[in-house]
């Protein structure tokens, strides 16, 4: 009978666990629903970096190859995935100030539930991010030259890499507990956006910055993108560089498997 009884428990501890987390990730969908400021920011950010980058640097740059933009808009899709870091830690250090957090704490429900309802309203805000930027890339002359099955895989990797950093900004969030000290993320995520591949190749940086930019996390996935896309690429040298694919599935599952428990373990011994 023991061995019976303690696999249908930690079922029933697993099913508390997701009923848990989608409700509250329906309720934080539901405040992002209701602000339509937010909305609007948010959908106008990819829109408006599209048109910028695409025709302010699309004017002066050349690739060989291949077509500026179509090389652009992979590096604008990972940037614009990195940049939600900053909205999750933001969405998290609210809810800390405004005391949502500890109430959730103080009620019967899963400890993970907050944590990974988060995690779920972000990656439905990021989907929605990425397909308005892959519309606008179309509307401004990008393609994917690969099959579906590229493309689709293109858009699980992106995906992926902000999954990953949805972990981090939780993290953050947590640490932070602050709307205000959040703002302070901006201009430290800006350079793990632009020390990377997203606008040139690191080649044509300094040596040092090239291989800071080689082996960013971000780099990695815009690589194995543009591979996918069939859009100009940059090449390189070193193991990073020339295993795109591997190194773009390798860094989110590292970034998860080192943020997911530190989030968790975070939230658990927060004070009351």
């Given at each position: 009978m023991t061995t019976i009884a303690i696999p249908r428990t930690m079922a029933a501890r697993l099913r508390w666990a997701i009923h848990d987390g989608l409700t509250v990730a329906r309720r934080d969908l539901t405040h992002w629903i209701r602000s339509a400021e937010e909305i609007l920011g948010g959908l106008l950010f990819p829109m408006l970096s599209v048109v910028l980058f695409g025709y302010v640097f699309g004017s002066a740059m050349v690739v060989p190859g291949g077509d500026y933009r179509e090389f652009l808009l992979p590096g604008l899709f990972g940037m614009t995935m990195v940049f939600g870091l900053v909205i999750t830690a933001n969405a998290i250090a609210i809810d800390s100030a405004r005391g949502v957090t500890d109430r959730f704490r103080s009620m019967p429900m899963a400890s993970s539930a907050v944590v990974s309802g988060r995690s779920v309203a972000d990656m439905v805000r990021a989907t929605l991010d990425l397909t308005v930027l892959v519309l606008c890339g179309l509307a401004v002359g990008w393609r994917p030259h690969g099959s579906f099955a590229e493309t689709m895989a293109a858009i699980g990797l992106?995906?992926?890499?902000?999954?990953?950093?949805?972990?981090?900004?939780?993290?953050?969030?947590?640490?932070?507990?602050?709307?205000?000290?959040?703002?302070?993320?901006?201009?430290?995520?800006?350079?793990?956006?632009?020390?990377?591949?997203?606008?040139?190749?690191?080649?044509?940086?300094?040596?040092?910055?090239?291989?800071?930019?080689?082996?960013?996390?971000?780099?990695?996935?815009?690589?194995?993108?543009?591979?996918?896309?069939?859009?100009?690429?940059?090449?390189?040298?070193?193991?990073?560089?020339?295993?795109?694919?591997?190194?773009?599935?390798?860094?989110?599952?590292?970034?998860?498997?080192?943020?997911?428990?530190?989030?968790?373990?975070?939230?658990?011994?927060?004070?009351?």
């Open positions: 992106l995906l992926l890499l902000r999954f990953a950093l949805i972990w981090i900004g939780i993290y953050i969030g947590l640490l932070l507990r602050t709307p205000e000290s959040t703002a302070a993320l901006f201009p430290l995520v800006l350079p793990f956006a632009m020390i990377a591949n997203t606008f040139v190749a690191p080649a044509l940086m300094p040596t040092w910055l090239g291989h800071v930019a080689e082996w960013n996390p971000m780099s990695a996935t815009v690589s194995a993108t543009r591979e996918l896309f069939g859009n100009p690429g940059v090449g390189g040298e070193t193991w990073a560089t020339q295993h795109p694919l591997l190194m773009a599935v390798a860094w989110p599952v590292l970034l998860i498997l080192v943020f997911f428990p530190l989030s968790v373990h975070r939230f658990q011994r927060m004070s009351r």
